[in-house]
């Protein structure tokens, strides 16, 4: 078989595109929280993040985030 050589991306979009169509959004999600255990103290680091943002900050940032990383 000679399959094209995937990117990363590639991959991780094409797993989870398979595992949505196989499980559903349910599934899919509980799947992968099986393997994102996580670490640290979330709380603690969100206070760090957070606390010395406005909430204009939050939502500029959070603005800035979904725009598009290249022009169309």
């Avoid at 991780?12 to 670490?39: C, H, K, N, W």
């Amino acid at each position: 078989m000679n399959a094209p050589i995937m990117t990363l991306e590639q991959i991780r979009v094409t797993g989870i595109a398979a595992l949505m169509q196989a499980l559903g959004p349910e599934g899919m999600i509980r799947f992968l929280q099986q393997f994102e255990t996580g670490s640290g103290d979330y709380s603690t680091q969100r206070h760090q993040w957070l606390d010395s943002l406005t909430i204009d900050q939050v939502i500029e940032k959070h603005r800035q985030s979904k725009k598009p990383t290249h022009p169309e």
